[in-house]
Nanobody, 123 residues
Framework: QVQLVESGGGLVQAGGSLRLSCVAS????????VGWFRQAPGNEREFVAG????????SYADSVKDRFTISRDNSKNTVSLQMSSLKPEDTAVYYC????????????????WGQGTQVTVSS
């Protein structure tokens, strides 16, 4: 079992930055791939970024490429999402999710989910 807790959300002006953290409980977190997803009001949840268990592969949605960076520190059971050059369309609830080994862009591939953290970008 893995429990995930997101933090770091908030209100920021367009062009600003935020750093989200996903902290996991469970001593085997280092063997899990992690994805970040987001859901804006009225929209379906969408993939944002993912990282493999050993960080050998990272992937990003086209909409955030070159603005967001995903990283992990397995010694701290933490996966982070550094978000820069934020836009109003980045406003959403951001969720982290975990699955064995490999990250995936498909929501249905993930077994464990956090409760989400709100990110609001004002224009």
């Amino acid at each position: 079992q893995v429990q995930l807790v997101e933090s770091g959300g908030g209100l920021v002006q367009a062009g600003g930055s935020l750093r989200l953290s996903c902290v996991a409980s469970g001593r085997t977190f280092s063997s899990y791939g992690v994805g970040w997803f987001r859901q804006a009001p009225g929209n379906e949840r969408e993939f944002v970024a993912g990282i493999n268990w050993n960080a050998d592969r990272r992937s990003y949605a086209d909409s955030v490429k070159d603005r967001f960076t995903i990283s992990r520190d397995n010694s701290k059971n933490t996966v982070s999402l550094q978000m820069s050059s934020l836009k109003p369309e980045d406003t959403a609830v951001y969720y982290c999710a975990a699955r064995q080994r490999w990250q995936s862009e498909r929501e249905s591939d993930y077994a464990y989910w956090g409760q989400g953290t709100q990110v609001t970008v004002s224009s």
